[in-house]
């Protein structure tokens, strides 16, 4: 069966990020062998500990882990398309339990001088990490229906083994999944410029939605205007359009069509995320076009017409 990581922690499936530091901090305070004075004390649920905060507080890891079980992480298991980002499968390396705890307390409980671990650019691992750095990623609205892989090329400054200042060009991979909205955010940690004794910052790109010549988003819902005169508005219509994914789609209003109306089609608005393959709605609007000016015999039949 393997380890039950939440049942370890003492938390639910459902544990925050900050809920997870709680309980973790809590019980390796209480199980860090150091605290047993002992030359031979068992170490084993310290490093339980460690690993199940090691793959929880990984979003990626965690989803992996939540789907297959630690059998699937160690395994090698693809993460499922539900994760933020995805550079292909995920073999879980488990970080060693003395480094995550000084990740989080900067060193042993009784020890007299904290430990510290080298790091990329031979900076030690810092206790404070510098405020984390915001892009915007621009996507087309057919970029967040269908989802699309964005590459980009950054560059930042590190340190080399000498700790002396260097540059380093990176290429990162985002995976806009289909349905992600206006707003949503893809971390890269600790991707920002490295400052001696500094912990570098995280890297955040900020989805931004352009503008579309044709739809408009509201939510999970898009929104379509289509121009008709008044005897359509008055007599029926069909609306034909091209969907973002490139389907033609007919839709027949046989209402009467006030400048109020709205036809919806159930179904074909943007992706849910979370709720895949489910969708929004399609609303259409409509704007009607007046005729400038009627002749006697018009206005008299419209009269008769409508009296």
């Not at 965690?62 to 993460?79: C, F, T």
């Not at 950054?154 to 289909?178: F, H, Q, Y």
Request: aromatic letters at 6%; proline letters at 7%; one cysteine or more.
């Amino acid at each position: 069966m393997g380890l039950d990581y939440y049942k370890v922690l003492g938390v639910g499936r459902g544990a925050t990020d900050d809920e997870l530091k709680t309980s973790y901090r809590r019980l390796a305070m209480k199980h860090h062998p150091d605290r047993k004075r002992t030359p031979h004390a068992d170490d084993s649920l310290f490093k339980q500990l460690s690993e199940a905060y090691d793959v929880l507080s990984d979003p990626k890891k965690r989803a992996i882990y939540d789907q297959y079980g630690e059998g699937g992480l160690k395994g090698g298991v693809p993460p499922p398309s539900s994760s933020a980002s995805s550079h292909g499968g995920l073999r879980f390396s488990p970080r060693s339990a003395e480094e995550i705890y000084s990740e989080i307390f900067g060193g042993t409980p009784c020890a007299g001088v904290p430990r510290v671990f080298p790091r990329f650019g031979g900076s030690p691992r810092a206790r404070e990490a510098s405020p984390a750095i915001e892009r915007q990623l621009a996507c087309s609205l057919e970029d967040l229906y269908k989802g699309a892989t964005k590459k980009l090329k950054i560059s930042r400054d590190v340190l080399d083994a000498t700790g002396k200042p260097t540059n380093l060009e990176e290429i990162l991979t985002i995976d806009i999944k289909p349905g992600w909205k206006k707003g949503m955010t893809a971390k890269f940690p600790e991707r920002g410029n490295v400052k001696p004794n500094t912990k570098p910052a995280d890297l955040v790109f900020i989805i931004e939605e352009r503008s579309h010549p044709r739809f408009k988003r509201r939510e999970d819902d898009l929104i379509y205007t289509h121009k008709i005169s008044l005897m359509e508005a008055l007599t029926g219509c069909t609306v034909q359009l091209t969907t973002l994914d490139g389907r033609n789609l007919t839709v027949p209003v046989k209402s009467v069509i006030s400048p109020t109306y709205e036809e919806v089609v159930k179904g074909e608005g943007m992706p849910i995320t979370d709720e895949q393959p489910k969708k929004g709605d399609l609303k259409i609007k409509f704007q009607i076009k007046f005729p400038t000016s009627l002749t006697s015999d018009q206005k008299s039949g419209i009269q008769k017409l409508l009296s």
